[in-house]
């Protein structure tokens, strides 16, 4: 079954420029070009020199977010420091249990999730030290490349340094660490994962009196060895990102931080689009899902009737609408699931555009609504929410 049918060269070439995928063509590109037109030898010559012209051009700026491009693939957004981003990725934290601990890693399910997810077109991977997934996210990443499915440039791996190596001299290690779980020489992304430095690995541990500017300067030294090609922070607020810009030399890459439809972000949103910081949303759903969702918590569900109106003018599912409108806010969702279908669900979302009045609903949602709130930290100076 063809995936690009009754489409002209011209709108298959454009559709890739749009999508920024001329810029580093998918390793798909040939078949897709194949499966619209017959590729005679001039056809093919003229895209190879559209590929190579368009490479040579300077980068526009990008406005990925707002585009419509093919389903399955995310467009990429460039970075501030030239890389380029998936605008969609896959998160790899198992959660919490109902006691509050972290979920334990019992099977292989990450590692199933990833290679479903590579397969069904996602190129950006999430995992952090703690989640304690690396090694299954490494191995699923090690499997699909020597299956030939993806090569390692095509992929942006990003992982996130611990609380507990926040001293300068603790930075590469732990990133070395980081690698020797993934089976990886490089990350596309390393991640300051809190402000919050800490004396040891668990939780309730007590704070170590180390600023975050000093660590951020052995991410500094990561990035310089050629061990991470993009480094930014996490969880950081505008005062804090204010000063660790106006206190560094290298500016964060990307933010990464709770974005959801009780927590929309408006303020760090927009002081990242000013500094060019690209915003990663985690938890992207919040409390959509009732399994999910504390007593507590705000509306909507996913049954919500406003919702599921907007989700049937579309023909998409609540999830689906849910992560557009992420994405519409310029918000790279990075949704967690270990389910094949939903997997495969939450990348296609670039084939549509809500409305503004669709917009505006979803923008009512808005509360200010915290799910990942870590209060058992809120007497730490680098407490970064509600300041
Ligand atoms: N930087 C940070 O401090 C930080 C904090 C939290 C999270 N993160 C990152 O962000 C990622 C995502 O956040 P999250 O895991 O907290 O929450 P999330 O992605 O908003 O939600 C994950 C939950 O939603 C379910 N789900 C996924 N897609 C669905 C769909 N289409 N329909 C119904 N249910 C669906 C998943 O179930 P199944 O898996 O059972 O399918 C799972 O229970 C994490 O995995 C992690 O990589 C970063």
Redesign the pocket.
Known sequence: MPRLPNRTLEEFVKDYERTGQILRPNPDWEEDLRQTVVVTPEIAARVRTYTQVQKKKPRPECRCQEAVSRPGVAPLIELNDGKTIPSLGL???L?FTKTGDREPVKDNSVQKAVEIAIDSGYRHI???AI?STEQQVGAAIRKKIAEGAVAREDLFVTS?LWNNNHAKSAVVPALKMSLAKLGLKYLDLY?I??PIAQTSLQEHATYADIDYVETWEGMMEAQALGLVKSIGV??FNVTQLDRLITMSKVKPAAL?I?V?LNLQQEELIKFCKTHNIAVIG?????SL?HN?AAKDAPPPR?DDQTLLKIADRHHK?V?QVNLRYLIELGVIP??????KK?IE??IEVFDFQLNQQERDVLKSFDRNYR??AVTMWKDSPYYPFNK
């Open positions: 998160g790899t934290w959660g999430d995992t952090a989640y996130k991640l994962h809190w996490s969880n990464q709770e959801n985690y938890t992207p759903f919040g899902f999910r996913s599912t999830a990075i949704p967690k699931s270990v389910t939903r669900a939450n799910t990942i």
